[in-house]
C-alpha cells in the first residue's frame, strides 16, 4: 500500500531553537521516527513565541509548536555522564543523529563523529553549526545575522545609500535546516547502497554564500560585475519593483516591452508614457526611477492591491499583490490547495495556520500527524517501554536532574 | 569507470544508475538537476532551437547573448548532458516517451498544461513507464485559482509573503531583490524527489509531485501565520530587529559600504561587549541596562554602537567581540566572499575549467559531506550529447540521426 517515504528511519535530534528541528521536522512530515531531546529546561523556541494573548507558556509558543510536529520529545541533559550513558544508548536505536549545539565542544564530551563512528559504523550524524566544522571562524559565536553577513545575503538587501538589512524571521536557520534535509536524504540512500554511515557539516553561512550568492561568482570573475542591493527595484529594464497602492504594496516586473506595454494599456494609455524619461527602459531604472514612480503612483495609489491584481492579470502583466500572512490564512487558492494544517494541541488548544509542504504527492504521505510534545512527554515511552529501563531509574535521574 | 557520452560514469555515487529526462529551465527548474547530477544521476537537459533556455540567451539576466558563457547558466546546468530534441515535433514527443521509458526521473517547470498539449504529462508517461517519478514546479501549483498567474520570481516572493516583512520598520515593504523563492523552491523540489527516490526504492512504486514555489516559501515563516491566527499580529517590515536581542544589527565600518553585524542576547554577551567598547558612559544609562530595555531604545542604541564601528575595520571589530565572546561577522558581498580566508578553506566556490568560458568559479554545493562521494562536471554546450541519447540510449543508426535532424526532430 502506499507508504511514506522514510519509515523505518529512526532519527535522534539533540537541536535547540529552529535549524536542526526545521531539519528533523522535514523528515518527520514523511514517516521518519524523531525522537527530540530537550534540556530539562526546554528547547529555547518554548520560549520565543508567538503566544496566545502575547502570554509567555512554554507549551504554548507558536514557533515551538509548529518545528516539532510529530516528534517524540524526551528531556536529556547529555552534559552529565549519566545523561551521556543514556545519550550512548538511544544512539544504537538510531540511523540519524542531528545536532544544533555550536556552544559545545562535542570532542571534548566524546561525541564527535570520529568517535561515535567507531561505535556505530551506520550512523549518519549531522552537525548545523552558524560558521560550519572547519575552517578559521568555526569557533566564532554567531546568530542568525552574523552567518547572513559573512554569507553575503545581507549584501542584497536594503537602500544603497542605508543600511543593509538581514533577512526576516531567521531564513538562514531554517536555509540551513532544508539544506540538511537533503544532505541526510543523499547518505540515506547511500547507505542504503553501501552499509556505510557518513557526517554531514552543515554551516549556515555557507548556504548563503553557495546556491543564493554564489550565483553571482562567475559574473564577477569574467566581468566584474558584483550584485549590489538597489531598494525596492531591481536595476533591469523598469519596472521591476514592489511599490505601495491604495492598501498596500504590489509587484510589478515587466521585462519585456509588449508587458510593459500591455501594463501602460491596462491603465489607460496615460500621456505620461511618452515622457522621454521611458524611450530606454533601462535608463529609466537607472537615472530616473524616482520620477517614473511618481507617474505609476498616480494609478497605483488609486487602486487597491486585489484590482490590481486582477486588471494587471487579466492584461497578463506579471505582478502579484504583496500579500500578508493573514490574507494568506483566507486565500482561495490557498485554501484549495489545502496548504495549511490543523493540529490539537493539549495545552494551545486547536490551531489551523500550520504551514504544510509545498509538495504534493500523488503517493507518499506528507502531512503531521501529531502535534508537538509536552515537555518530556514522552519520556516514559521511550525510556522504559523502548530502551528497558525501570520507573525507579527514571525518577532517580529526575532527582538528579539528568531528565 | 566507464565514459558516457563524454561524462563519467562513477558508480559509486548514491544516484547511480539513475536516468532523470530534464526539462528545467532557467532557475528554480535547473538548480536541483544539477546536484542530482553530481550525485551520479545521469541526467539528460531537453533542448532544441525552438525553446532554447532562457539563461543560455542571457536574455533573463541581459548579460550577453553568448550561448555558452552566460555564468548563471554555467552554475545551475553543471553535472547534466545535453541533447537536443524538438518536442514540438510529434515524431520529437514520441522520441521523448521513448526516453522516459528509459529514465527514472522527470522533472519540468512549464506553465501548468504545456506538456499535456505533447502528450508528455504524467499520465501519459506513466502509461509508458508506470513507476516513473515526475516533479512540475510551478508558480502556485498545478490546480488552484491562481494555477495560471503571469509571473516571475520577484513576483512569487511578493504572493508567498515573505516580501511583506522585507523592509525598513514603518515603511513600505521593498522585498527580497534575489529570486529567493526560485531558489527555495528548487531545493525543496530536490528534498521531494530524493524521499520519492526512497519510497521507489522502498515500494517500487513511482508518482507525481506538484510543487508550487510560492509555497516553497511559506514554511519558512510560520512564525508570522501563528502570529496572525493567535493575535491578529500581521508583522511589517522587520528590518534588522530582533524580539530577543540588542544591539541586533549591520552596523558602518571603514571603507566604502563595509558593514559588520553585531548581535547580544544574553547579559553575559553584553557585558563583553561593554567591555570591548571600553566601558563608555552610555552603556551605564538605565534605558541600555536591560534586553528589554535596549529593545524600546533600539534606535538610540544603535547610533552608539554605529559612532564606534565606523572608526574600525570590519574583520577588526569582528576579532574583537568575537575574542570576548560576542557575536559578530563581517558583511560580505559577492567579490569578497572569493577572497574570505574561511570560505576559501571551506571550498564554498570550486574553480573549473570550460572550452569556451576561460576559467569558471563555481559555487560548491551548500553542505560538506564525509563518506559520501560526489563529482563536479561543467555544464554542456548546447546539444553536446544528442549523439549518446540518439545513438546509444534510443539506438538511432548514423544515418536514422541525419534524418531526424533533416526532419527538425532533432533541431
Known amino acids: 500500500m502506499d507508504g511514506q517515504a522514510l519509515d523505518n528511519l529512526r532519527i535522534l535530534e539533540w537541536g535547540s531553537f529552529i535549524s536542526a528541528p526545521f531539519c528533523t521536522e522535514m523528515l518527520a512530515q514523511l514517516g521518519a521516527e524523531v525522537i527530540k531531546i530537550e534540556p530539562p529546561g526546554g528547547d529555547e523556541a518554548r ?51 542531528v545536532v544544533n549545539q555550536p556552544q559545545l565542544d562535542l570532542a571534548y564530551l566524546g561525541l564527535d563523529y570520529e568517535v561515535l563512528k567507531k561505535r556505530y559504523p551506520r550512523l549518519i ?49 531554517h536555509q540551513a535546516g532544508l539544506m540538511a534535509a537533503i544532505a541526510i536524504l543523499l547518505a540515506v540512500l547511500n547507505r542504503d547502497k553501501t552499509g556505510q554511515g557518513a557526517f554531514i557539516d552543515q554551516s549556515e553561512a555557507d548556504v548563503w554564500a553557495t546556491i543564493h550568492i554564489g550565483m553571482y561568482l562567475q559574473a564577477f570573475v569574467d566581468r566584474g560585475t558584483i550584485r549590489k542591493r538597489s531598494g525596492h527595484y531591481v536595476p533591469q529594464a523598469y519596472v521591476d519593483a514592489v511599490l505601495p497602492c491604495k492598501d498596500g504594496s504590489v509587484c510589478i516586473d515587466t521585462p519585456q516591452k509588449r508587458q510593459w506595454l500591455r501594463f501602460m494599456e491596462a491603465m489607460g494609455n496615460p500621456a505620461w508614457m511618452n515622457d522621454p524619461i521611458f524611450e530606454d527602459r533601462n535608463k529609466t531604472t537607472n537615472e530616473y526611477h524616482e520620477e517614473a514612480d511618481k507617474y505609476l ?27 500578508t500572512a493573514n490574507e494568506l490564512l483566507d486565500d482561495d487558492h490557498m485554501k484549495q490547495r489545502e496548504f495549511f494544517v490543523s493540529m490539537d494541541h493539549p495545552a494551545a488548544g486547536k490551531l489551523n495556520s500550520y504551514p504544510g509542504v509545498c509538495y504534493k504527492y500523488s503517493k507518499t504521505r506528507s502531512r503531521a500527524n501529531r502535534p508537538a510534545p509536552l515537555l518530556g512527554e514522552h519520556n516514559e515511552a521511550i525510556y522504559c517501554q523502548k530502551l528497558g529501563y525501570g520507573n525507579e531509574e527514571l525518577s532517580r535521574w529526575q532527582d538528579e536532574e539528568v531528565i | ?77 553543471r553535472n547534466k548532458l545535453s541533447t537536443r530534441i524538438n518536442m514540438a515535433h510529434e515524431e520529437g514527443a514520441r522520441l521523448i516517451r521513448e526516453l522516459v521509458k528509459k529514465s527514472d526521473i522527470v522533472i519540468e517547470n512549464f506553465t501548468p498544461g504545456t ?81 520519492a527516490v526512497r519510497h521507489h526504492a522502498q515500494t517500487g512504486q513511482g508518482q507525481y509531485i506538484d510543487l508550487s514555489q510560492g509555497e516553497a516559501v511559506m514554511p519558512f515563516m510560520g512564525e508570522a501565520f501563528l502570529a496572525s491566527e493567535m493575535n491578529n499580529n500581521v508583522m511589517g517590515p522587520q528590518g534588522n530587529t530582533s524580539r530577543t536581542m540588542a544591539p541586533h544589527g549591520v552596523y558602518p565600518c571603514i571603507g566604502d559600504d563595509k558593514w559588520v553585524s553585531i548581535a547580544v542576547k544574553t547579559e553575559e554577551e553584553w557585558c563583553s561587549f561593554c567591555g570591548v567598547l571600553g566601558d563608555p558612559e552610555w552603556t551605564k544609562e538605565d534605558k ?59 571550498e564554498v566556490f570550486v574553480d573549473g575549467e570550460h572550452p569556451v568560458v576561460d576559467k569558471t568559479v563555481l559555487y560548491n554545493w551548500p553542505w560538506k559531506m564525509n ?14 550529447h544528442s549523439e549518446y541519447v540518439f545513438s546509444e540510449i534510443l539506438g538511432f543508426s548514423q544515418e536514422e540521426i541525419e534524418n531526424l535532424k533533416e526532419q527538425e526532430v532533432i533541431y
Open chain 1, 47 to 97: 520560549y520565543y513565541g508567538p503566544f496566545p494573548g502575547d502570554k509567555p507558556d512554554p507549551e504554548k509558543s507558536g514557533l515551538f509548536l509548529y518545528l516539532n510536529l510529530d516528534k517524540y520529545g524526551i528531556t536529556l541533559d547529555p552534559l552529565k555522564p549519566t545523561g551521556r550513558e543514556i545519550l550512548f544508548k538511544l544512539l544504537e536505536e538510531t540511523d540519524i543523529f
Open chain 1, 125 to 173: 550524524m549531522t552537525l548545523i553549526t552558524p560558521f560550519g566544522d572547519c575552517g578559521p571562524y568555526r569557533d566564532w559565536k554567531g546568530y542568525d545575522i552574523n552567518s547572513c553577513t559573512l554569507g553575503g545575503i545581507t549584501s542584497t538587501i536594503g537602500y544603497p545609500d542605508r543600511t543593509p538589512l538581514t533577512p526576516p524571521l531567521h531564513q538562514g536557520h
Open chain 1, 297 to 323: 503612483g498616480q494609478w497605483l495609489m488609486e487602486h487597491t492591491k486585489e484590482e490590481i491584481f486582477k486588471t494587471l492579470q487579466d492584461a497578463r502583466v506579471p505582478s502579484a499583490p504583496v500579500r
Open chain 2, 1 to 77: 569507470m566507464a565514459r558516457r557520452g563524454g561524462n563519467l560514469v562513477m558508480s559509486n555515487l548514491p544516484l547511480a544508475g539513475y536516468r532523470v529526462v530534464d526539462f528545467g529551465w532557467v532557475w528554480a527548474g535547473t538548480l536541483l538537476g544539477s546536484i542530482l547530477g553530481s550525485y551520479g544521476a545521469e541526467v539528460i537537459k531537453m533542448e532544441s532551437r525552438r525553446r532554447i533556455d532562457g539563461l543560455r540567451l542571457g536574455k533573463v539576466f541581459k548579460l550577453g547573448d553568448e550561448l555558452e558563457k552566460n555564468p548563471y547558466f554555467l552554475n545551475l546546468n
Open chain 2, 115 to 195: 506538456l499535456k498539449k505533447r502528450g508528455l504529462d504524467y499520465e501519459s508517461l506513466a502509461e509508458v513507464k508506470p513507476d516513473i517519478i515526475m516533479l512540475s514546479l510551478s508558480p502556485m501549483g498545478q490546480q488552484g485559482p491562481l494555477a495560471n498567474l503571469v509571473t516571475y520570481a520577484p513576483v512569487i516572493s511578493a504572493l508567498s509573503g515573505i516580501d511583506s516583512m522585507v523592509g525598513y520598520p514603518g515603511e513600505n515593504p521593498i522585498g527580497f531583490k534575489h529570486a529567493y523563492a526560485d531558489v527555495v523552491a528548487s531545493m525543496s523540489g530536490l528534498f521531494s524527489i530524493l524521499a
Open chain 2, 288 to 346: 541600555f541596562c536591560t534586553t528589554a530595555q535596549r529593545i524600546a531604545h533600539v534606535v538610540e542604541l544603535d547610533e552608539h554602537v554605529a559612532a564606534w564601528t565606523k572608526n574600525h575595520d570590519k574583520y577588526e571589530i569582528t576579532e574583537l567581540l568575537q575574542k570576548a565572546g560576542v557575536a559578530a561577522a563581517p558583511m560580505l558581498d559577492s567579490s569578497e566572499i572569493l577572497s574570505d580566508p574561511h570560505l576559501k578553506e571551506r
Open chain 2, 371 to 384: 563518506g559520501v562521494d560526489s563529482r563536479m562536471q561543467r555544464a554542456p554546450l548546447f546539444g553536446e
